[in-house]
């Protein structure tokens, strides 16, 4: 079956420590996301890429760093200068790059901090 | 720019009620809405979509909504609730002007027997 596959389900993140978020899609989308949830603000975009190798931010990054080496794979590094990472964490895909199409999205990484 | 409202971040209903979820966009350009549904600790399922075809959407799970331009609304609703309903309901708008969607805050369904 195609999808979108978010690792790991949990994270814990200590003071000061880089983690790194996977999210892996064969679904052969050109467009990928990740967004952050926080309770009752809905979905928050923190990067998207549009093709391999390219990257824009979204309203977010602050913290956040993230590359696209293959089309398949969007991982998202929560770095220690996010000082609030607590959150879950969703990844999308979608084949269109006007926004005209839906999203498909993975079933995402909780973060929390220890 | 665009930008979704979701009235309401709680709506509770009995079983074999109707639902009704309320969703109001903002757009210079045509714009094409979505509506989501999450279950907890899970991704987002996309449950219907407007792209301009026909104002009344059929999705899944017997949900439909209705474009109604002059009103700038995109409800959802469903004749008669189920315990399974139980859920968030995310609203999202996007457009030519951009390739971004744009959600709403969300409005979490309790559905009681």
């Known amino acids: 079956d195609g999808g979108i596959t978010q690792s790991p389900k949990y994270l814990f993140r200590k003071e000061g420590q880089n983690v790194t978020l996977s999210c892996e899609q064969n679904l052969n989308h050109d467009a990928m996301y990740w967004y952050r949830q926080d309770p009752g603000q809905g979905l928050r975009l923190i990067y998207y890429?549009?093709?391999?190798?390219?990257?824009q931010k979204g309203d977010i990054a602050e913290g956040y760093s993230v590359s696209r080496e293959k089309k398949e794979s969007f991982p998202l590094t929560v770095t220690s200068a996010q000082k609030n990472p607590t959150a879950f964490y969703l990844c999308?895909?979608?084949?269109?790059?006007?926004?005209?199409?839906?999203?498909?999205f993975g079933d995402g990484t909780r973060l929390s901090i220890l | 720019a665009q930008s979704v409202t979701q009235l309401g971040s709680h709506v509770s209903v009995s079983e074999g009620a109707l639902v009704l979820l309320r969703c109001n966009y903002s757009?210079?350009?045509?714009?094409?809405l979505f509506w989501y549904v999450q279950y907890p600790n899970q991704g987002l399922q996309l449950l219907l979509k407007?792209?301009?075809?026909?104002?009344l959407v059929k999705g899944i799970n017997g949900f439909e909504a209705e474009f109604k331009k002059s009103e700038t609304s995109f409800h959802l609703t469903k004749p008669s609730a189920h315990m399974s309903d139980a859920a968030e309901y995310f609203c999202?708008?996007?457009?030519?002007?951009?390739?971004?969607?744009?959600f709403g805050t969300g409005t979490r369904l309790q559905v009681f027997p």
């Open positions: 999202a708008v996007s457009g030519y002007s951009t390739d971004k969607l744009i």
């Open positions: 999308a895909s979608s084949d269109d790059l006007r926004g005209t199409q839906p999203q498909h």
């Open positions: 757009s210079s350009v045509p714009p094409y």
């Open positions: 407007y792209t301009s075809a026909a104002t």
């Open positions: 890429s549009q093709i391999v190798n390219d990257f």
